[in-house]
């Protein structure tokens, strides 16, 4: 008798050791940095009927400047999207790029405190963590807030926040790149509907309404997403009742870096340029990161083709981008010459070859490296004169913080 309610006991025991859940919670670091590229893609319907289809890629590089001892992260976060879209009309392709900046406070749970003024991130409050520790199978519900920014489209200033409850599900853990991750789906719905003071102030948007459906591969060790998948649905209508449908899918990787924006690599990077011999060719610290400069470079005029004797120089200069894992930002300047429309023009395309150049490289991959034209907004020389054009007359990569 005593041997059977031994074996019971140490059975109930096994069960509830087998059955000991997990805190999940965010280890913020003090100095930890990471960088997320999301893409997605999506499709655009106008009162039923598809208008054009978008890939969209958000890059979001966050860093935790101080942390306290309740394990809150107060972070700096900074955002670039650019954006494919291919027309149900025209199938031509049209790109720009739009950046903001966030600063917040994260709970190691995952609550974030934040200024209803920011309109980035759009997605907030998700992953929210449960208090206690959670078995496989067993679900929790949070709160958070879609925002969304509606300047443009609906001419609402401030941004749209709707808040929703969504209800995860802790699925499963899997090993992935040698790492073990826990797998949890998120799942949430919203709707608005704007009010009467707003659309007489000017607002065109009458309702939004939508969903998304996540899966989280989430490392608890580390306390960081490693990467998440989702699709989802927005339908926006204004108030003459056409409806605008955006529904698509996403997915993200992360990828910790450390910031090479510091003297000691402006050095080193410096000496590789004069061992390598290279002429016309400066490195700064720049707010977006370290700034490699390559002054008076030479394409055929007035064409983005890029001379023989600048594809040489680019060869060398990737012996040293090969030494950095961040990602990259490409942007064109133009000498204070023709119009400005043209000289707009002209810098992305010449910032697109440079990119496009690194690529055939094999420096960076699409999704890794980023294109911008500033026309001729930003001199750092006078256009009075042939040497200050020829400053002017630049491309910068910057190595991204």
């Known amino acids: 008798m005593k041997r059977y309610l031994f074996i019971l006991i ?100 995952g609550e974030l405190t934040i200024s209803d003024d920011l309109f980035m991130p759009t997605v907030r409050n998700v992953p929210v963590f449960s208090d206690k520790q959670i078995n496989k199978g067993e679900s929790w519900t949070a709160d958070g807030k879609e925002v969304h920014d509606l300047r443009t489209a609906f001419n609402m200033d401030s941004p749209l926040i709707i808040p929703f409850t969504a209800t995860y599900n802790y699925l499963e853990d899997k090993e992935i790149n040698g790492e073990e ?69 996403a997915h993200a990787e992360v990828t910790e870096f450390k910031s090479v924006n510091d003297e000691e690599n402006v050095k080193k990077i410096q000496d590789s340029v004069e061992n390598l011999n290279l002429n016309n060719i400066s490195v700064s610290k720049g707010e977006k990161g370290l700034i490699i400069s390559l002054d008076n470079i030479q394409f055929e005029p007035d064409s983005d083709i890029l001379l023989n004797s600048e594809k040489i120089k680019l060869q060398e200069i990737a012996k040293i981008l090969q030494e950095y894992t961040n990602d990259l ?66 491309v910068e990569i910057t190595i991204l913080n």
């Open 10 to 109: 140490f059975f109930q025991v096994s069960l509830l050791f087998s059955q000991e859940g997990k805190l999940f919670r965010f280890n913020h670091q003090k100095g930890d940095s990471a960088s997320y590229i999301s893409t997605v893609e999506e499709e655009v319907f106008v009162n039923g009927y598809l208008n054009h289809q978008s890939e969209i890629i958000n890059r979001i590089s966050s860093t935790v400047t101080d942390t306290n001892d309740n394990g809150d992260g107060f972070i700096n976060a900074s955002y670039m999207t650019t954006e494919n879209t291919i027309s149900n009309y025209s199938n031509q392709y049209l790109s720009w790029g739009e950046e903001f900046s966030s600063t917040f406070t994260r709970k190691n749970n």
């Open 181 to 249: 991750l826990s797998i949890i789906s998120v799942k949430y719905e919203f709707s608005f509907i704007n009010n009467k003071k707003a659309i007489q102030n000017g607002s065109s948007l009458y309702s939004s309404k939508g969903y998304s459906n996540q899966i989280l591969y989430w490392n608890n060790k580390k306390g960081i997403l490693e990467t998440y998948s989702e699709d989802f649905q927005i339908q926006l209508t204004d108030i003459d009742n056409n409806v605008f449908t955006f529904r698509g899918n």
């Open 329 to 394: 930002l490409i942007t064109g300047h133009c000498a204070a010459r023709g119009s400005e429309k043209a000289r707009q023009a002209l810098s992305e395309e010449r910032a697109a070859s440079v990119a496009s150049y690194l690529k055939e490289l094999g420096i960076r991959d699409e999704y890794h490296i980023f294109t911008q034209g500033k026309g001729s907004t930003e001199p750092v020389a006078s256009n009075d004169t042939e040497e200050g054009r020829e400053k002017n007359r630049r």
